[in-house]
């Protein structure tokens, strides 16, 4: 019972981490229907940035402004120069953009910054420490700290700033947004800035666990299922999603995997549980409504 | 009096075709005699990758393009088609090569029916997970369980032989002519299909399911059919491509990649085209190999090393497929139209 605890709740906390990527989908998704796959590849070239500074010597504070910088001239360029071009298609063309537009980022960042693993250390030991009698590791507990502290953080923006209210109007119903002037370019940039700057705590705390390394873009695949779970437009429903794939698959990788030939049962578990998931509820925990069933 | 203008109609049209059949017959033999002269590289790293890719491609515009079903799976689907053709030759040695290859693309159909169950339940982009989890658990699936690769050590399968009519496929004459016939009678297949009763019951649903509803076509038969369809086309294209293109291949030869590949054809094709499949395969085929050349002709190796290369090509590759999907929202097949009736009334402009 107590190793099954604590597999569960070190489960709980990596979907946390799961959660913080799904965040930056989600943000986006609401507001202008796209589905980003290049979400993955921002958290790689944000990481990328902020390593790459403290390597030259910038203090933590100074890394981290200029590399949030750099992610909002990203979404200022991509507003620009692939959404704009691309309004009113179909949602698979978008996804197939940004398909296109990981590729660019990906390539960009190792251009600039190379393609080493960098080590990447935010002064948090990766060690268990005791909690309630279980062993959990410090690093996944500082870590859910600043999941929680950021969804805090957007919710506080999202229902009591004015900006924030404009963006839940536009993704309530982009056209009654347009026609009481809220300009839908510059909420896609402020968003697509958000979720940049999101990717870039998820990029911190993935490369501090794992190295900042090309891997990092793979995460972006785990956040899948924790959508569909969680619902596409919902933030808590990222966070939920996040848990529920995390404790499941940790859970599975344990009681599961040896059943079976063995292996990394958590690469397809999570999306057999999404695909549960769909059969039963289609919009998932917390989603809109919208999506259509037959 | 129609009965004398009638004939006369059919042979005026008939005239009329006559100069687009006769390309049809021209380039179809230049096709298949196309090994003896060809030189090997052409046909090993151009040709046949384009063809398989363009067939895999078609599977796919099948289900998505008429279907109107979203799969990002159709790697899985693919190597589905390779192991169960392998296990084939290796398990039913009598089996003649053609059936060997029905067979395989009926398991990946049966393959492509389970993980298209849930389209009866949902729809839109929400599918993709459902293809997608296929996509990581055949992955899993042939890497787990040695059996499917013969208890090889290193999990890889290569053809034990490729034989038809006593004729030895393997070398690349053969291997080409093997692609190019499987993939006419299947695009035969596919045009067919897509004409028929099946492909407008599929464009209806694609166009508006609860009309084609109404107007009585079995919306969810219809559907599972066009996922078992697409998946046996697939797994074709994937037995082939393992076989007749890589030689060896494991299941980390049909990743997440490949799957991107086959929808980059698909929309860089053209949605809802046959043809527009193998523009899109040779875009993708050829695009990395023009970009390396471009790289030599420049003599740009010198200047800078490989991994800044490689990095360059991704960006380009990427900056082309977003230029494509932005200036080309039909896909190439179209703008192939367009030039061609350009060309019907040149040198005057329509």
Known sequence: MHYFLTILISGLLAGLMYAMVAIGFVLIYKASGVFNFAQGSLVLFAALAFVTLSEHGAPFWLAFALAAALMVLAAVLIERLVLR????????????????????????????????????????????????????????LFASGVAVAMVALLSVIFDRTRMGISLR?????????????IRLPVIWRIVWSVSGIVALVAGLLWGARQGVQFSLTMVVLKAMPVLI??????????????????????????????????????????????????????????GDRTIERV | MSSTTLPRLAASRRLRLAPQRALVWLGATALLLLPAFGDEYWINS??????TMGLAGIGLNLLMGYAGLVSLGSAAFMSVGAFASYNLLLRAPWLPLPLTLIAAGLIAAVAGVFFGLPSLRIKGFYLAASTLGAQFFFEWLFTSYRWFSNNSLTLTISAPRLQFLGIDLRPAPGRYLLVVATTALLWLLASNLARSRIGRDWMAIRDMDKAAAVIGIPVASRKLLAYAISSFVTGIAGALFAFAYLGTADAHSFDLDKSFEVLFIVLIGGSATLFGNFLGAAFIVLTPIVLTRIVEWLDLATVFDNGVLVNVERMLFGIIIIVLLIREPDGLASLLQRIRARWQVWPLRA
């Open chain 1, 85 to 140: 071009p691309l309004a009113d298609r179909s949602p698979l063309t978008l996804f197939m953009a940004t398909l296109g537009l990981s590729f660019v980022i990906e390539g960009l960042a190792q251009l600039l910054m190379g393609t080493d693993v960098h080590q990447l250390d935010l002064g948090i030991d990766d060690v268990p420490t005791s909690l309630l009698g279980l062993d959990l590791s410090q690093f996944d």
């Open chain 1, 169 to 181: 109007g536009v993704a309530d119903d982009p056209l009654a947004a347009q026609s009481i002037g």
């Open chain 1, 229 to 286: 779970i969680g619902g596409f437009s919902s933030i808590a429903g990222a966070i939920a999603g996040g848990l529920l794939v995390g404790a499941s698959e940790s859970i599975a990788d344990i009681y599961l995997g040896p059943l079976l030939a063995g292996g990394a049962v958590s690469n397809w578990f999570a999306y057999m549980l999404a695909v549960g998931f769909l059969l039963v509820r289609p919009s998932g925990l917390f």
């Open chain 2, 46 to 51: 151009i040709l046949i990758p384009t063809i």
